[in-house]
């Protein structure tokens, strides 16, 4: 079993075999997803409408019945009444409840932000008392981080908590702001600083407390049906014992049911993506102009292919993520360490991950959304046809978790701390590629097996960014991390990189069980994504070195970034074809 | 109580439909099956609502080989306490209902559940066969089904109507829509199923008594034709002569 470290993908080769591939659901997964699915057919598709009127009573009703069904406890342990299930099980639900638009985000508020830190931090007696509840959603949780003044710069908020004078109550006073579920939730884990500490506490706070009292609904662009409310507390009186963890940890659980929330966003997105092809082929299929479906025509064709190959990427590197963390985690277990603090330490060793998840999810959803408008032409722009919600529910996802700019910035910034403690050698490595760039260049040609080209490839992507990366560090040093265009650029070169290693290697090993004459869509898919990240690393690359270096190590560098990202040329459209057109006939995502 | 459902796998319906052998066979690869909506929906579940009430088993039973593990499992998931699997294979419906009847024969169910029809095949001669050859009653398009002591009161389905029934158990009866409404198997059924009983039993040579000549699939949709309100003629001799609706 392989043991890659989170962010050694930039410096390690992975084997396709250490890697999980959808393809491999054994079947009570596949009866776990299809619960999830019959359960949106069921409850929450024939009820979009009404969710988004915000039907009084009505969403609360939905988490009820989803808990019910265990839906939300699927990761909680068997002692809180859950199933114990794994983190790609988890993941599994996630991705499939996704698709469920408004519902999607009050599930995971309340199963992942809502209950996660009481779940992860509480002691025994505050999980006695909170999860079995949660689990099962008689009572309903939400997570109060934000305020009117601190957003993205979380640590700064101004709530306050002061120690009544008997000792036996916290009294805390602020606003909150954006709080997902907050119209009828019962359970607030609250963020503030006590008294004058310059790092924030968590504390569990009941809707029943004196002193507590919300907002109206936001009026919202997507995800209407969504609760999203303020939340005052004035002398909000909490008793000393719902202090959750100790005093002043509360940043640190802040950021890990963050990164949590992060890879779990992409998740979810991977839902909405899967359901956002299924309505674009489904009506390019119905739709003629012309005389003939809009399917036929190769403009059409592109979009489908195009949503396809970025979902399928997405998908890739969503689970090969999740089962290293998964494998992480386990590790941490069999050298003893308790589940908790194993789940968290290994979702933190691939923070770097989940980040770059983060933003891939969400763009990969506004493209597909996007470009699912434009196939529906007029009717994509109406509110009576489904884009129009799917288009604007999507949007969230760049902006809560941590907008996609402070995630980028954290991707590079995650890696370059990890390399400064010593965790991950990016340096060693980097040093060797400078090497590289004054030797003699390799002229060997890779060979014909498949994907021989196609790695070769991605090990040249990695020292693209070794390179940038390494010698911006070196140059800017400790001013690198305020140069957020160059961090962006390398950002994006690292996302890529990841994205097309993963898909990549889904494939090798997708061929090896299938066949490599059974899977030609999905090899097609492959040398399509590098064939197009090959340019856009290229142009990234160049702006970022254009942007710090200078005379010849710049003229060297740019001629490194061309070498680096040289590929062969290839027929995209015919690719494409060959991709769109499966989508097509099955009249669904397919792959 | 002693409830039995039989049931059976039908392709997906967003399934692709194509033939081998000459266009005499199904074919099945790469298809996804579930259990026959039928037979989940509404057998199975009217059968666990019936056990819910009066306490009891409900036992369910398909005929084939373990491609049907699947579904079958997916029936112990929603609840059923154990399967039977006889291990065979489903020639036509004559050969299924002597499996099961023979089977059964000796077990003693006071009610066998069965679907209307399979979504795939619409044969619908199953549970009137199994009833047959067990020479007990059976009613057909049952929407609703009481039970008080030995005695059925089932309502069946009927052209513009409804008629009502009474029987003694036991009985046969393939249910339709009405029955009883789908239930979704929830975490706890799922990772139970897993430890649930299913026997594999072997077959007692059931034959067939018809063969499939072939299979052909419907003439594709052709497209729409427009024609000018005012021209009622040209309407009426394309539904008379072309679409031969009229
Ligand atoms: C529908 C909805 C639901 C939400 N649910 C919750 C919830 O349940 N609980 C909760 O606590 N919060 C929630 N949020 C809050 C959400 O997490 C924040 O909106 C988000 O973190 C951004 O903060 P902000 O809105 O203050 O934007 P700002 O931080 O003001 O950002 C504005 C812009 O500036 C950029 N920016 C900010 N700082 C920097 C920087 N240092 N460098 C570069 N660019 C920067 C941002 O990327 C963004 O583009 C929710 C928000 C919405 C809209």
């Keep these: 079993m392989s043991a890659i470290k989170g962010g050694e993908f930039l410096i390690k080769e992975t084997e396709a075999k250490d890697i999980f591939i959808p393809e491999e659901w054994d079947e009570e997964q596949l009866m776990i997803a299809q619960t999830c699915n019959d359960f949106l057919e069921q409850e929450v598709f024939p009820n979009l409408e009404r969710i988004d009127s915000m039907e009084e009573g009505l969403m609360p009703s939905l988490l009820e019945k989803a808990g019910a069904l265990g839906m939300l406890s699927v990761s909680i342990p068997e002692e809180y009444g859950g199933f114990e299930k794994d983190f790609v099980t988890g993941m599994l639900v996630t991705e499939i409840t996704g698709a469920g638009h408004s519902f999607a985000v009050a599930f995971s508020a309340h199963s992942g932000i809502g209950t996660l830190p009481i779940l992860y931090y509480g002691n025994k007696a505050q999980k006695d008392k909170y999860i079995p509840k949660l689990a099962t959603a008689e009572w309903k949780a939400s997570y109060c981080l934000t305020e009117p003044g601190s957003g993205s710069d979380a640590n700064s908020g101004k709530t306050k908590a002061t120690l009544t004078e008997d000792g036996k109550h916290y009294l805390i006073t602020g606003q909150k702001m954006w709080i997902t579920n907050g119209g009828f939730a019962d359970i607030y884990t609250v963020f503030a600083k006590i008294g004058n500490d310059e790092n924030l506490s968590a504390f569990i706070v009941e809707r029943g407390y004196e002193g507590i009292s919300f907002g109206a609904e936001e009026k919202k662009m997507g995800i209407k049906g969504s609760s999203t409310v303020q939340v005052f507390f004035n002398d909000c009186k909490v008793p000393i014992e719902n202090l959750l963890s100790e005093q002043g940890k509360g940043f640190k659980i802040a950021l890990n049911i963050l990164n949590i929330g992060r890879i779990k966003l992409a998740g979810a997105c991977l839902g909405g993506c899967k359901k956002g092809i299924d309505l674009s082929v489904n009506y390019a299929n119905e739709r003629s102009q012309f005389g003939r479906p809009i399917s036929k025509y190769g403009a059409i064709r592109h979009k489908i292919a195009e949503q396809a190959i970025q979902v399928f990427v997405l998908e890739s590197s969503l689970y090969r993520c999740t089962r290293d963390i998964g494998n992480a985690i386990k590790a941490l277990e069999a050298g003893g360490m308790d589940h908790v603090n194993a789940l968290l330490k290994g979702v933190e060793q691939f923070a770097t991950e989940a980040a770059i998840l983060k933003v891939l999810g969400s763009e990969v959803t506004d493209y597909v959304m996007d470009e699912g408008v434009q196939i529906y032409g007029g009717m994509g722009y109406s509110a009576e046809a489904p884009m129009d919600r799917a288009y604007r529910d999507a949007r969230i996802n760049r902006i809560f978790e941590g907008t996609n700019e402070i995630n980028r910035m954290l991707i590079v910034d995650m890696l370059l701390k990890k390399a400064m403690k010593g965790e991950l050698d990016l340096m060693g490595p980097a040093m060797k590629v400078a090497e590289e760039l004054v030797s003699i260049p390799d002229f060997s040609e890779p060979g014909d097996a498949l994907f021989d080209k196609e790695k070769k490839y991605v090990q040249n992507f990695k020292k693209s960014v070794l390179m940038v990366a390494g010698s911006a560090a070196q140059k800017l040093m400790m001013t690198l991390s305020k140069e957020q265009e160059i961090l962006t650029n390398i950002a994006d070169m690292a996302i890529w990189t990841y994205a097309a290693e993963s898909v990549l290697l889904r494939v090798e090993k997708l061929a090896i069980l299938k066949g490599e004459e059974n899977v030609k869509e999905q090899v097609a898919m492959v040398q399509t994504y590098i064939y197009d990240v090959a340019d856009k690393i290229n142009k990234a690359g160049k702006d970022a070195l254009n942007s710090f270096a200078e005379g010849d190590e710049l003229r060297m560098q740019l001629m490194g970034i061309k070498r680096f990202t040289k590929v062969q040329a290839f027929n995209p459209k015919t690719a494409r074809q060959t991709i769109a057109v499966k989508v097509i006939d099955e009249n669904k995502y397919c792959y | ?246």
């Excluded at chain 2, 419906?93 to 002597?98: E, I, K, P, S």
């Excluded at chain 2, 009833?131 to 002591?149: R, V, Y």
């Design chain 2, 1 to 246: 109580m002693k409830i039995l459902v039989c049931i059976s796998k039908a392709p997906d319906t967003t399934s692709k439909i194509l033939f081998t052998d000459e266009n005499t066979k199904f074919n099945e690869t790469g298809v996804q099956f579930i259990v026959n909506p039928y037979d989940e929906w509404y057998a199975l579940v009217r059968g666990l609502e019936l056990k819910e009430q009066m306490g009891g088993t409900v036992t369910v039973i398909a005929v084939g080989g373990a491609e049907n593990d699947p579904i079958i499992r997916k029936a112990l998931a929603i609840g059923a306490d154990d399967a039977i699997r006889i291990d065979a294979e489903a020639l036509d419906a004559f050969a299924v209902a002597q499996e099961i009847s023979n089977y059964v024969s000796d077990k003693s169910y006071d009610l066998i559940l069965c679907g209307k029809e399979t979504i795939s095949y619409n044969g619908a001669q199953v549970p009137g066969l199994i009833a047959e050859f067990m020479d007990i009653a059976f009613a057909s398009q049952a929407i609703k089904l009481e039970i008080n002591g030995t005695i059925a009161t089932i309502e069946c389905d009927v052209q513009g109507g409804t008629e009502v029934l009474e029987a003694n158990l036991p009985i046969v009866l393939s249910v339709a829509k009405g029955m009883a409404e789908q239930r979704i198997p929830n975490m706890r059924g799922i990772m139970a199923a897993r430890t649930k009983k299913l026997e594999v039993m072997p077959g007692s040579g059931a034959t067939n008594n018809c063969e499939v000549v072939g299979y052909s699939l419907p003439a594709a949709k052709s497209g729409c034709k427009y024609i000018d309100p005012d021209n009622a003629e040209e309407l009426i001799s394309l539904l008379r002569n072309e679409a031969k609706a009229i």
